[in-house]
Each structure stands twice: as structure tokens, then as C-alpha cells.
């Protein structure tokens, strides 16, 4: 699970309930003059309710490593006031699409697929890798993404965009079959009772998760083994923001700004390494 700290960057359907803060609303705080802001901007940043460790809600409250970073991150920009609320992953991509959310992370850099959307500065670092059952494993190598897959199903986050341009002709073609759900939980149970072949997915969040499946007993007698195939390639995760809202935050470049500065101040001053660290070390 530690691997991915060394990989700090210079790098989705959901029905869930109602968005929950994070975060109590942050109260004023001093400026960087010494004066108390007198009229932070209300900004509300929605957040992935279901990737855990990176972003996921959990007894009503938001909880991850972006969620603890993004946290710290608007601490240091005392003129807002800064709500994390959890969101179904494709519910927050069409509120940035329509215009009608401000942003939402951790999405990874898709501009083709989605171009309402502008990005912050990287924040981190993910591995991407493929995990399958073992009786998969035992059939034939599975080397070379994607074509020692063909005639899979690989399961996936909904509104995931990762498996890159071969995966996606692929599918296309009917070679490979891409079958999204929920969440990685959700995968990852599937794959155990052998309803998908193999999940693609970030290294950290996959390990992150068997851990708790088998920590509250949530394997099934008889369930499969399940094993990483192989790495494929590291995505940054951002902080995305609309670019369709036609003026209705009229905030949104100087919040772009300040925040890109307070990212780059906290990789060099270590603060997102020793959050990353801290959570993994100490879950939840």
C-alpha cells in the first residue's frame, strides 16, 4: 500500500444518499495581513463517495486522503469557506457538465472525454494495475494489456476513464466486455463470487479494500483468490472545475490560482506526503 507514496505528483453510476459535509464550514481566519476576513465566499466542493482510500463516504461524514488534503489545502485560503460534500461519482460529472457545481474531485485528466471540465494543479500520484480471480490467473498469461484479456469481463468504477485508448477499441470491437458498478467494494465482491473476470483499478485503493472486505467478513465462503496481473500506468488526480457555469462563479479563477500555490507549497513543504503517509498508517 506504501508503494504509492513515492509517486507523488512533480500523479466513477452511484446511488448513494444525500451529499453530507465533510467538513463543518470552516470559520474566518486570519488573513495573511493578520486582519479577519470579514466575508469569506461560500464554496461548496463536492467529493467521490466511493473510492476509498483516496475519497468515500463513511457514517455520514467525508473521509480519504484527497478529502484530508483538499481539507488542509483550503485552510490556507482564509477568504472562503469551504463545504466537501459526498457525491455518486457520475452525479458529480454532470453538475460540473451542466454548469451546476463548482468542482469536484479526484478526477483524473480527461479532456477529450470531457471538456467541461478545467483542472487544478496534480495533487497525487495513482498506480494503476488489473486484479483477476486466480482461476483466470491459471488459465493463460495475462502479460499484455488488453489483449491477453480478450474475451473478459473487466469491471470497473462507473465513470472511470483509465483502461486507455487499446482498452477502449477493444471493448468497442466486443473483444473484452467493460462492466462498470458502483464502487470498488462492489467490484471487488463480484469478482470474488467470479461475476467479473478481473478489476481495473488503482493499486492502493484495491488493497485498501480487500482489507476492509476481509476485516468485517464480508467474504463469502468459497469466494475466489484474487491477484494483481499487472501494473499498467500512474494517473495524477486533480481537483476539476466547471467550465460551463456562464458566470455563476465569478470566484473560480482567483480560488484556481490560490489553490494551484497552496498545492505546490504543500509538496514542498512535505504536508501531502505526511498526509498520505498518516492515513494509510492510520485508517479512517
Given at each position: 500500500?506504501?508503494?504509492m507514496?513515492?509517486m507523488l505528483?512533480?500523479s466513477?453510476?452511484?446511488a ?12 474566518p ?22 473510492y476509498?482510500?483516496y475519497s468515500?463516504l ?8 484527497y478529502?484530508n488534503?483538499?481539507h ?11 463545504s466537501l460534500?459526498a ?11 451542466t454548469?451546476?457545481?463548482f468542482a ?7 479532456p ?7 483542472y487544478?494543479?496534480s495533487i497525487l ?5 488489473v486484479?483477476?480471480?486466480q482461476p ?7 502479460k499484455v494489456w488488453p489483449d ?16 486507455g485508448?487499446q482498452?477502449?477499441?477493444?471493448v ?6 467493460a462492466v462498470?458498478a458502483?464502487?470498488s467494494?462492489t467490484?471487488?465482491l463480484k469478482?470474488?463470487k467470479g ?5 481495473l483499478?488503482?493499486r492502493s485503493s484495491?488493497v485498501?479494500?480487500?482489507g476492509?472486505?476481509h ?5 463469502e ?8 496481473t499487472?501494473?499498467?500506468s500512474?494517473?495524477?488526480?486533480y ?5 460551463r457555469d456562464?458566470g455563476?462563479?465569478?470566484?473560480k ?9 497552496v498545492i505546490k507549497e504543500?509538496k514542498?513543504?512535505g504536508?501531502?506526503r ?8 492510520a485508517p479512517?
Open positions: 500500500m506504501l508503494a507514496l513515492a505528483a512533480p466513477p453510476a452511484r448513494a444518499p444525500a451529499p453530507a459535509p465533510a467538513f463543518a464550514p470552516l470559520t481566519l486570519a488573513s495573511a495581513d493578520g486582519s479577519v476576513a470579514s466575508a469569506q465566499i461560500a464554496v461548496t466542493i463536492y467529493g467521490d463517495d466511493g476509498p482510500p468515500y463513511e457514517n455520514g461524514e467525508m473521509k480519504g486522503i478529502t488534503i483538499i488542509a489545502a483550503v485552510k490556507r485560503m482564509p477568504e472562503y469557506r469551504v460534500q457525491i455518486p461519482w457520475k452525479r458529480g460529472l454532470v453538475k460540473l457538465e454548469g451546476e457545481g469536484l474531485y479526484p478526477p483524473y485528466l480527461r477529450a472525454e470531457r471538456p467541461y471540465m478545467d487544478s494543479d500520484a495513482e498506480q494503476l494495475v486484479y483477476c480471480s483466470v490467473i491459471e488459465r493463460r498469461p495475462r491477453d484479456y480478450a474475451g473478459l469481463r473487466i469491471g470497473l468504477n462507473a465513470g472511470f476513464l483509465s483502461g485508448k482498452f477502449d477499441q477493444a468497442r470491437d466486443g473483444q473484452l466486455s462498470p458502483r464502487s467494494r467490484n471487488l469478482l470474488m461475476r467479473i473476470d478481473c478489476f483499478n488503482d484495491i485498501w479494500e480487500l476492509r472486505i476485516h468485517e467478513g464480508l467474504a465462503a468459497g469466494a475466489l483468490a484474487v491477484a494483481e499487472i501494473a499498467l500512474a494517473e495524477q488526480g481537483l476539476g472545475y466547471t467550465n456562464a455563476r462563479f465569478p470566484y479563477q482567483d480560488f484556481i490560482r490560490k489553490f494551484n500555490a504543500m514542498q513543504d504536508e501531502i505526511n498526509t498520505i503517509e498518516h492515513f494509510l498508517r479512517g
